[in-house]
C-alpha cells in the first residue's frame, strides 16, 4: 500500500510517498517545490491570489500522487498557516478545490515528528536536533523521549530576516543584532550550553540548502552516504556569505529559492555550533512529513486523509484550538477587554446624528395591566361623532332597579327620537 504526505511550509510545498510492506514503509517518491506563501499574507491573512496558489500546487501534487498509485494522502500545515488570521477560509478553499483536508500541526508536535524521524542519530554521541524553518525552529535533545521535552522556537528566519535585515545579506551590526537576539530567546528557554551535546542533526529544507552551498565552497562530499560538515569550514563559509564578492552565485547555484534566508540560517547555526561546542554536524533527509507518517501507521497520530481509492476524503482533521490559531486569540482577547458603551451613546445616538428623534427607552420590568380600552367616542375624532353620534356607554355593573315613583303630570317626557322611557312606566 503506497501513502503520501504533502506538507505546507512558509517557502515551499514539498511531498513524499512511502510504499508499507509488513511493517515498514519505505519512502520511495520526494518532489519539492518553492511557494512562499509569506509573500501573499496582508495584514495576517492569506489573500486571494495566495490561496489560489496554494491550491494550484496542491492540485498538481495530488495528481502526482494519483499517477504513482497513492491510495492514501495526507495533508498537513505545520507554522506556515499556525498564525494565518483566515485559515479556517483557506482550509475550506482548498478542501472544495482539491478535495484535501488540511491537518494543521501544533509545534510541539512538528518537533516530535522531526525526533520521531531521525531517532536513529541518537545512536551517535550526545546529539542535538535542529530545525530552522522559516517560520519556526525546532531543536531536540535525541536521548529524550516525551513530547513535551522538545523545543519548539516561534520565530524562524523569515521573521529574523524582516525584523533585522535591510538588504539580501545581513551586514555586520544586522548580524551582531541576530545573534544577539536568538541568543537572548534560547536563555530564557534555558537552552542547554556547552558540555551537553556533541553532535548537530540538521534537519529540513534549509539545512539541506545550506549543505549544497557547503559542499560546492569546501568541494567536500559526504562518504558513505552521510552528509557531514566539518565546523572550522563552516565558519569559512559564514564569513564568505557575509562578506564574498561571489556569494550570490554561490547560492543561486545550489538554493535560489532561499536567497534571502541562508544568511540568517548560517548566523544562527554558527551560534549554536559554538554555544553547544559541538564536534560533529550530520545533515539528515528526513524531517516533519517521514516522522508524521511513521506516527500514523504506529497508530500513535491521527488526521484526515484523501482515500483516492473511493475519490472521498476520510477521518477527522488534525487541528488546533481557535486560541492558537491565528488572530483568533487577539481577537477574544480584544472582546474581553472592549469597554461598555457611555450613556448616551449607541442607538439613540445614532439617531440623532441622522436627525431622528431616538426611540422610547423600553422600560422594565413586569408590564402594566392593560386598561379597558377608552371609550369609541373618546377615541373617534370630533368630526366624526357630528356625523354618527352614539350614545356613551356607562362602566360598571347596573345598579339594580327600583320600584319607580309614579309618574306625575308635570314630570318632564323623554322625546320620540329619545332612550326608551324608564321602566316599569304605565302604558298610555
Same mark, same amino acid.
Given at each position: 500500500?503506497?501513502?503520501?504526505?504533502?506538507?505546507?511550509?512558509?517557502?515551499?510545498?514539498s511531498?513524499?510517498?512511502?510504499?508499507?510492506?509488513?511493517?515498514?514503509?519505505?519512502?520511495?517518491?520526494?518532489?519539492?517545490?518553492?511557494?512562499?506563501?509569506?509573500?501573499?499574507?496582508?495584514?495576517?491573512?492569506?489573500?486571494?491570489?495566495?490561496?489560489?496558489?496554494?491550491?494550484?500546487?496542491?492540485?498538481?501534487f495530488?495528481?502526482?500522487?494519483?499517477?504513482?498509485?497513492?491510495?492514501?494522502?495526507?495533508?498537513?500545515?505545520?507554522?506556515?498557516?499556525?498564525?494565518?488570521?483566515?485559515?479556517?477560509?483557506?482550509?475550506?478553499?482548498?478542501?472544495?478545490?482539491?478535495?484535501?483536508?488540511?491537518?494543521?500541526?501544533?509545534?510541539?508536535?512538528?518537533?516530535?515528528?522531526?525526533?520521531?524521524a531521525?531517532l536513529?542519530?541518537?545512536?551517535?554521541?550526545?546529539?542535538?536536533?535542529?530545525?530552522?524553518?522559516?517560520?519556526?525552529?525546532?531543536?531536540?535533545?535525541?536521548?529524550?523521549?516525551?513530547?513535551?521535552?522538545?523545543?519548539?522556537?516561534?520565530?524562524?528566519?523569515?521573521?529574523?530576516?524582516?525584523?533585522?535585515?535591510?538588504n539580501?545579506?545581513?551586514?555586520?551590526?544586522?548580524?551582531?543584532?541576530?545573534?544577539?537576539?536568538?541568543?537572548?530567546?534560547f536563555?530564557?528557554?534555558?537552552?542547554?550550553?556547552?558540555?551537553?551535546?556533541?553532535?548537530?542533526?540538521?534537519?529540513?529544507?534549509?539545512?539541506?540548502?545550506?549543505?549544497?552551498?557547503?559542499?560546492?565552497?569546501?568541494?567536500?562530499?559526504?562518504t558513505?552516504?552521510?552528509?557531514?560538515?566539518?565546523?572550522?569550514?563552516?565558519?569559512?563559509?559564514?564569513?564568505?556569505?557575509?562578506?564574498?564578492e561571489?556569494?550570490?552565485?554561490?547560492?543561486?547555484?545550489?538554493?535560489?529559492?532561499?536567497?534571502?534566508?541562508?544568511?540568517?540560517?548560517?548566523?544562527?547555526?554558527?551560534?549554536?555550533?559554538?554555544?553547544?561546542?559541538?564536534?560533529?554536524?550530520?545533515v539528515?533527509?528526513?524531517?516533519?512529513?517521514?516522522?508524521?507518517?511513521?506516527?500514523?501507521?504506529?497508530?500513535?497520530?491521527?488526521?484526515?486523509?484523501?482515500d483516492?481509492?473511493?475519490?472521498?476524503?476520510?477521518?477527522?482533521?488534525?487541528?488546533?484550538?481557535?486560541?492558537?490559531?491565528?488572530?483568533?486569540?487577539?481577537?477574544?482577547?480584544?472582546?474581553?477587554?472592549?469597554?461598555?458603551?457611555?450613556?448616551?451613546?449607541?442607538?439613540?445616538?445614532?439617531? %440623532?446624528?441622522?436627525? #431622528?428623534? /431616538?426611540?422610547? @427607552?423600553?422600560? &422594565?420590568? !413586569?408590564? $402594566? +395591566?392593560?386598561?379597558? =380600552? *377608552?371609550?369609541?367616542?373618546?377615541?373617534?375624532?370630533? %368630526?366624526?361623532?357630528? #356625523?354618527? /353620534?352614539?350614545? @356613551?356607554?356607562? &362602566?360598571? !355593573?347596573? $345598579? +339594580?332597579?327600583?320600584? =319607580? *315613583?309614579?309618574?306625575?303630570?308635570d314630570?318632564?317626557?323623554e322625546?320620540?327620537?329619545?332612550?326608551?322611557?324608564?321602566?316599569?312606566?304605565?302604558?298610555?
Open positions: 500500500m503506497k501513502y503520501s504526505v504533502i506538507d505546507i511550509s512558509s517557502s515551499s510545498i511531498m513524499i510517498v512511502a510504499a508499507k510492506e509488513g511493517d515498514k514503509a519505505e519512502v520511495v517518491f520526494k518532489e519539492r517545490a518553492s511557494l512562499s506563501l509569506v509573500h501573499y499574507l496582508e495584514e495576517g491573512a492569506l489573500s486571494a491570489r495566495g490561496t489560489q496558489k496554494l491550491t494550484e500546487m496542491l492540485a498538481r495530488k495528481e502526482t500522487g494519483a499517477e504513482l498509485g497513492v491510495e492514501r494522502c495526507y495533508l498537513i500545515a505545520t507554522a506556515a498557516l499556525r498564525h494565518v488570521k483566515n485559515f479556517d477560509e483557506v482550509a475550506k478553499e482548498v478542501f472544495w478545490t482539491t478535495g484535501l483536508t488540511v491537518n494543521l500541526i501544533d509545534g510541539a508536535t512538528e518537533a516530535y515528528c522531526d525526533y520521531v531521525n536513529y542519530y541518537g545512536t551517535y554521541e550526545r546529539s542535538v536536533l535542529i530545525d530552522l524553518g522559516g517560520k519556526s525552529i525546532e531543536i531536540c535533545d535525541l536521548s529524550k523521549t516525551s513530547k513535551e521535552e522538545m523545543m519548539c522556537f516561534s520565530f524562524g528566519l523569515l521573521d529574523l530576516y524582516r525584523k533585522f535585515v535591510s539580501i545579506y545581513p551586514d555586520e551590526k544586522e548580524a551582531k543584532e541576530i545573534k544577539r537576539y536568538v541568543r537572548e530567546k536563555d530564557r528557554a534555558g537552552l542547554p550550553r556547552e558540555g551537553v551535546y556533541s553532535t548537530a542533526v540538521l534537519v529540513g529544507a534549509t539545512a539541506g540548502a545550506i549543505y549544497d552551498i557547503y559542499a560546492e565552497f569546501s568541494d567536500e562530499r559526504g558513505d552516504g552521510v552528509k557531514t560538515i566539518r565546523r572550522k569550514k563552516f565558519k569559512k563559509l559564514v564569513s564568505h556569505l557575509l562578506e564574498g561571489d556569494r550570490s552565485r554561490l547560492i543561486l547555484n545550489n538554493a535560489p529559492e532561499k536567497l534571502y534566508l541562508i544568511g540568517s540560517a548560517v548566523i544562527v547555526l554558527k551560534h549554536l555550533f559554538k554555544r553547544f561546542d559541538v564536534e560533529n554536524i550530520v539528515s533527509e528526513r524531517g516533519v512529513k517521514e516522522g508524521y507518517l511513521q506516527l500514523v501507521l504506529e497508530g500513535r497520530e491521527t488526521g484526515a486523509y484523501y483516492f481509492v473511493s475519490n472521498t476524503s476520510d477521518g477527522v482533521a488534525r487541528s488546533l484550538p481557535a486560541s492558537e490559531r491565528g488572530g483568533e486569540k487577539r481577537k477574544k482577547s480584544a472582546a474581553k477587554t472592549k469597554k461598555p458603551a457611555a450613556k448616551g451613546t449607541g442607538k439613540a445616538s445614532a439617531q %440623532a446624528a441622522q436627525g #431622528q428623534a /431616538p426611540a422610547p @427607552a423600553k422600560k &422594565r420590568g !413586569r408590564p $402594566k +395591566k392593560t386598561e379597558q =380600552p *377608552a371609550p369609541v367616542s373618546e377615541v373617534i375624532p370630533q %368630526a366624526a361623532q357630528e #356625523q354618527a /353620534p352614539m350614545p @356613551a356607554k356607562k &362602566r360598571g !355593573r347596573p $345598579k +339594580k332597579a327600583e320600584h =319607580p *315613583a309614579p309618574v306625575s303630570a314630570a318632564p317626557q322625546t320620540a327620537d329619545g332612550a326608551a322611557m324608564s321602566e316599569g312606566a304605565p302604558e298610555e
